[in-house]
């Protein structure tokens, strides 16, 4: 693969900071796995055609309801198993949805979804 572009009016460090929190959290959360070292992965894409950005990783997967307060605006003040309560992934959404995009977190039977977490930024 490789070659893809995508081209948004969004302000790059924006874009940027939504990035890199939606991979840092890919990165730790792979290493939380209790696959071999060589085994963990962490998988970002660009989809031209869908004019999205998907981050993947083979780590822990979230709880339904952890996703649904993180992307709702803490409906709820449960903590993540690391005791994070969501707050860069709730912050990646607004900042997407004040330029018109989203952060979405697939489930399984998405086109895009990999296992075991995914995430997609649609710009």
Known sequence: EGGSSLETSMDFFQLYKVV???VDNAVHWAGSS???????RVKISVEEEARCIVISNEGT????????????GFEFTTTKSDGSI????????AT?????G????????DPF?????????SL
Not at 62 to 72: C, E, I, Q, R, T
Not at 96 to 100: A, C, D, I, Q
């Open 96 to 100: 997407m949805m004040e330029y018109g």
């Open 102 to 109: 989203s952060v979405v977190h697939l489930e399984e039977g």
């Open 113 to 121: 979804f990999r296992p075991n977490v995914s995430y997609k930024i």
């Open 86 to 93: 969501g707050i860069g992934l709730w912050l990646s959404n």
């Open 61 to 72: 997967k979230v709880d339904p309801s952890m996703v649904k307060a993180a992307l709702n």
């Open 20 to 22: 890199y929190c939606i």
């Open 34 to 40: 209790s696959t071999e070292l060589d085994r963990r």
